[in-house]
């Protein structure tokens, strides 16, 4: 009878430290991409086939068990949570039940259409591409935010964000609109009402800046000259605005035929900045704008070394030298290429 009784005592306390180290042990099993995605809508059965299709866990008995005790089947959240190599089936059930989720970390630096920050949200985020366009380009939906279909990017300020994996683009783009009116200030909002520009001409005129040069002195002797032009009603005449109402962004040389494509963004057409930014512009490259000093320049051209910094000109004729330098040396560097390449 003792022998019985001590085999029976063996096989509970077997039994038990089983049961136990599929509770609490270390049974659960990263996937490939180290998340598990539960998308907005989607029942206990659901993360069930997700955990055994990720080959999360090896079986659904333990969990099962956890999760009705948790009552976690009644309260299932959506997100994007991270799955260790190591982690207890007893940690797993908590933290899906609490909705812990891992947030995703949004790099935004320079886009140039609302097509490419779509592609980027729809990428790393649970609404798609087609939502985020659909969003960008209405009207309706953009009204609260008092933006339109030409304005609308210049709430994105480039940063590094973390947001939520799951949720509706509109969730996500009121969250931007929060940082964009969190970066404007009020010493950033004096400077602009000091320059007659409202943040959003200050940022449509920095995405031109962003586009000519990525030399900060530049950028500030630059962004004088575009103020210099508004403020004697001269045109912009921005070759990146012609890349822009083009899409065509690898646009080397811009000719004649080039300036008079129609569009409302063609500063070479049009007066004034164009409705809409033409890129993301970097936050150096706002503060540029805004630390703009006071000079007479009304023209530049880049300088004939090619090492991205521009000549400054008061004058036309000035201007008309220092064209020439640069033509006659670009001229020369396409021979020596043609020459080389014979």
Known sequence: MKKIGFI??????????????????????????????????????????????????????????????????????SGRYEIKNGM????????????????????????RTKEDLAKKIGDQFECDSLEVIRFLSSNDSLQPFQLDSHTVMTTVIPNTYLFNWNGSFKKLFTRLHKEHDRFWNDTRLKKAAAKNMTPAQVYSMASIVEEETN????????????????????????????????????????????????????????????PGPICTPSIETIEAVLDAPATNY?????????????????????????????????????????????
């Open 88 to 111: 207890s089936q007893f940690n797993l059930v908590r933290m899906l039940k609490s909705g812990n989720q891992s947030p995703v970390k949004l790099v935004i630096n320079k886009l």
């Open 215 to 274: 030399k900060l002195g530049d950028k500030k002797l630059i962004a004088s000259v575009y103020i210099n032009r508004i403020n004697m009603g001269m045109k912009l005449d921005a070759d990146p605005t012609v890349k822009y109402a083009m899409r065509n962004f690898g646009l080397k040389r811009i000719s004649f035929d080039h300036l008079q494509y129609p569009s409302v963004y063609n500063t070479y057409r049009n007066k004034g900045l164009p």
């Open 298 to 342: 009304i023209f530049f051209v880049a300088k004939p070394d090619f090492k991205g910094y521009s000549n400054f000109a008061s004058t036309y004729d000035e201007h008309l030298v220092y064209a020439k330098q640069y033509r006659d040396a670009l001229d020369e560097l396409i021979r020596k290429k043609a020459a080389a390449a014979k």
């Open 8 to 77: 029976l005592f063996f096989v509970i306390l077997v039994l038990g430290a089983y049961i136990g180290w599929q509770v609490f042990g270390a049974t659960v099993s990263a996937p490939a991409d180290k998340y598990l995605y539960i998308k907005t809508g989607a029942d206990y059965n659901s993360v069930l086939t997700s955990l055994q299709q990720e080959k999360i866990i090896s079986g659904t008995r333990i969990f099962k068990m956890l999760s009705n005790r948790a009552q976690y089947p009644q309260n299932v959240k």
